[in-house]
């Protein structure tokens, strides 16, 4: 998952996605912040978190927000496979013909 600081560098991140042939959300998730108009129209639709209107931008005071889920966001990870650790490796087999 990649979680980028404005919405304008999560839409950056998924055009660089489509020119490295990364799919977006199969892939790599990818979520932005301010909600601007152009996420909605981006492919896929970017999944957002927007700061409700009117509140002051205090570090002091949590921020009232939404989050805008869209088709930028895959499926969430299995939690049990995780936690249970990556499966085994299999051991690596080499063959030498002489």
């Known amino acids: 998952m990649l979680i980028c600081g404005t919405d304008l ?3 950056g991140a998924i ?3 489509r020119r490295r042939g990364i799919r977006v959300p199969e892939e790599l998730s990818i979520t932005g912040f301010d909600d601007i ?6 492919a896929p ?7 409700m209107e009117g509140q002051a931008l205090t570090p002091a005071l949590p921020l009232e ?6 088709e930028s966001l895959g499926a969430a990870p299995d ?3 995780l936690r249970s650790g990556p499966p085994p490796r299999r051991a690596a ?5 002489t």
């Open 65 to 70: 927000t939404k989050v805008i889920e869209r």
């Open 15 to 17: 055009d660089e996605c």
């Open 37 to 42: 108009e152009h996420t909605a129209i981006v």
């Open 45 to 51: 639709p970017l999944t957002t978190v927007k700061v």
């Open 79 to 81: 939690i049990a496979r």
């Open 93 to 97: 087999s080499i063959s030498c013909k």
């Open 9 to 11: 560098q999560a839409i």
